[in-house]
């Protein structure tokens, strides 16, 4: 199994940074794409940034430019490199992973607990 921790929230003003981080643990070794999702208040859960086993990235639209996925492997931590934040970037970030599990070839998804950014003058 995969356990994620994320931390990094906080409260930030706009046009501030903020660096979010993803602690995973467990099977690391079964890890296929990480992925950084956001929830806002009453709204779904959206997808913000994945990077795949191969580096390849994708980023919503709405933070294309302004946010960027990377993961040090060293330490087995995802980040989310957050510049230029607007308030409708307020949510609680939730780390995504995904893998198949070697012995049975089934798919696995795991979630962090969520870490809240508020992004407020």
């Known amino acids: 199994q995969v356990q994620l921790v994320e931390s990094g929230g906080g409260l930030v003003q706009p046009g501030g940074s903020l660096r979010l981080s993803c602690a995973a643990s467990g099977d690391i070794f079964s890890i296929n794409a990480m992925s950084w999702y956001r929830q806002a208040p009453g709204k779904e859960r959206e997808l913000v940034a994945e990077l795949t086993t191969g580096g390849s990235t994708n980023y919503s639209d709405s933070v294309k430019g302004r946010f960027t996925i990377s993961r040090d492997y060293a330490v087995n931590t995802l980040y989310l490199q957050m510049n230029s934040l607007k308030p409708e970037d307020t949510a609680v970030y939730y780390c995504?992973?995904?893998?198949?599990?070697?012995?049975?070839?089934?798919?696995?998804?795991?979630w962090g607990q969520g870490t809240l950014v508020t992004v407020s003058s």
């Open positions: 995504n992973a995904d893998s198949i599990a070697p012995t049975t070839g089934r798919y696995l998804e795991f």
